[in-house]
């Protein structure tokens, strides 16, 4: 049993910044990946940012050159740096972990964290 354990969530005025933790805890073997996902209102959870075991760095378009994902392997944490928020970056941000058991991958996720943006 994998736990995710998310901070750093609130609200802020379009152009701040927010830095979101997650930290994993219990029967982690080998963390193939970490990253954020995001949902929206009405939207389907996207893809924000990856980073895998090997320390490689995935962002989706909207947030590249303003996001940035980090990760302190010793801690099992990953970090997620929001620079120039926009009023679009508002969302639920999930937490996301593969821990991979000889070679079989399970997926955990954490509770989420709100974000909000404001104009």
């Known amino acids: 049993q994998v736990q995710l354990v998310e901070s750093g969530g609130g609200s802020v005025q379009a152009g701040g910044s927010l830095r979101l933790s997650c930290t994993a805890s219990?029967?982690?073997?080998?963390?193939?990946?970490m990253g954020w996902y995001r949902q929206a209102p009405g939207k389907q959870r996207e893809l924000v940012a990856r980073?895998?075991?090997?320390?490689?760095?995935n962002y989706a378009d909207s947030v590249k050159g303003r996001f940035t994902i980090s990760r302190d392997s010793a801690k099992n944490t990953v970090y997620l740096q929001m620079n120039s928020l926009k009023p679009e970056d508002t969302a639920v941000y999930y937490c996301?972990?593969?821990?991979?058991?000889?070679?079989?991958?399970?997926?955990?996720w954490g509770q989420g964290t709100q974000v909000t943006v404001s104009s």
């Open positions: 996301e972990m593969v821990n991979t058991i000889f070679q079989s991958n399970y997926e955990s």
């Open positions: 219990g029967s982690i073997f080998r963390i193939s990946a």
């Open positions: 980073i895998s075991g090997g320390g490689s760095p």
